[in-house]
């Protein structure tokens, strides 16, 4: 069984939500926890373990245990195989928010897990027309966003040493290709502006964190998404493929 820790936000909760049934599909079992706190950032995160700060709503393969714990707790709950953090999303883009708290976090994370790998999960930008109060950081451009928060992500990882888990780039990259052509009558990605969609999206973040994590493709993955949060929704598979495709392709 592979062992993932998300140190994160409503982000990393997009992301897990999928991530144990893709896997299962593929006959490999998966335990993703995701420790969520709305909003979260990295300077949030290293203060809450400085101060043990039991914050943490701790969800399991997607759904919550209605249990609150702190980072310290969470550690000490398997032998992680991976721990995965990330920047909040309205900070994604300034690189100056990530030091030095991603450094403290990861160095922790090294001393209290040695055998786990840390890892950081890029974000993504938020849509053309997002009403997120923070946009307006980013001059209300989703290029400009993207452009900056690629960059942000990728200087941070490669100055800490660790593996980027890219989904940034591939929702971009998705957003090229129909039917997610936003801007000229295609469907958009999130579900809100900057969450995303309860099926396409976290569908495709979870693909995103799997062919990273294992290595295995998802071009044949046979896991359908499907969820309460959206129970009259159908899913598409024509459209899932292209974003299994686009995942292949990209990682």
Same mark, same amino acid.
């Given at each position: 069984?592979?062992?993932?820790?998300?140190?994160?936000?409503?982000?990393?909760?997009?992301?897990? /939500?999928?991530l144990? +049934?893709? !896997?299962?599909? $593929?006959?490999?079992? =998966?335990?993703?926890?995701?420790? *969520?706190?709305?909003?979260?950032?990295?300077?949030?995160?290293?203060?809450?373990?400085?101060?043990?700060?039991?914050?943490?709503?701790?969800?399991?393969?997607?759904?919550?245990?209605?249990k609150?714990?702190?980072?310290?707790?969470?550690?000490?709950?398997?032998?992680?195989? /991976?721990?995965?953090? +990330?920047? !909040?999303?309205? $900070?994604?883009?300034? =690189?100056?928010?990530?030091?030095? *708290?991603?450094?403290y976090?990861?160095?922790?994370?090294?001393?209290?897990?040695?055998?786990?790998?840390?890892?950081?999960?890029?974000?993504?930008?938020?849509?053309?027309?997002?009403?997120?109060?923070?946009?307006?950081k980013?001059?209300?451009?989703?290029?400009?966003m993207?452009?900056k928060?690629?960059?942000?992500?990728?200087?941070?990882?490669?100055?800490?040493?660790?593996?980027?888990?890219?989904?940034?780039?591939?929702?971009?990259?998705?957003?090229?290709?129909?039917?997610?052509?936003?801007?000229?009558?295609?469907?958009?990605?999130?579900?809100?502006?900057?969450?995303?969609?309860?099926?396409?999206?976290?569908?495709?973040?979870?693909?995103?964190?799997?062919?990273?994590l294992?290595?295995?493709?998802?071009?044949?993955?046979?896991?359908?998404?499907?969820?309460?949060?959206?129970?009259?929704?159908?899913?598409?598979?024509?459209?899932?493929?292209?974003?299994?495709?686009?995942?292949?392709?990209?990682?």
């Open positions: 069984m592979l062992k993932i820790l998300a140190v994160g936000n409503s982000f990393s909760q997009d992301a897990t /939500y999928y144990h +049934q893709i !896997a299962a599909a $593929d006959n490999i079992d =998966i335990k993703a926890v995701n420790l *969520y706190i709305g909003g979260c950032s990295l300077e949030r995160h290293w203060k809450n373990i400085q101060n043990e700060a039991e914050e943490y709503l701790l969800e399991e393969n997607g759904l919550s245990t209605e609150y714990v702190s980072v310290q707790q969470a550690l000490k709950l398997e032998a992680w195989d /991976y721990v995965v953090t +990330q920047q !909040a999303s309205h $900070d994604s883009g300034i =690189i100056e928010t990530y030091h030095p *708290y991603l450094e976090i990861t160095e922790y994370i090294k001393r209290k897990l040695p055998r786990a790998e840390p890892l950081l999960h890029e974000t993504w930008a938020y849509e053309t027309d997002s009403l997120h109060p923070d946009f307006v980013y001059h209300q451009s989703q290029h400009e993207y452009e928060l690629s960059k942000a992500y990728r200087s941070t990882a490669k100055q800490v040493g660790i593996r980027l888990i890219p989904c940034g780039d591939v929702i971009q990259e998705l957003r090229k290709k129909e039917p997610f052509i936003y801007g000229h009558g295609g469907m958009s990605i999130c579900r809100d502006g900057f969450h995303m969609n309860v099926i396409y999206g976290r569908y495709l973040l979870a693909a995103v964190w799997y062919k990273t294992t290595g295995n493709s998802v071009c044949n993955n046979t896991y359908i998404p499907c969820t309460s949060l959206a129970p009259n929704a159908v899913c598409d598979e024509k459209v899932l493929q292209v974003i299994k495709e686009t995942v292949d392709a990209m990682i």
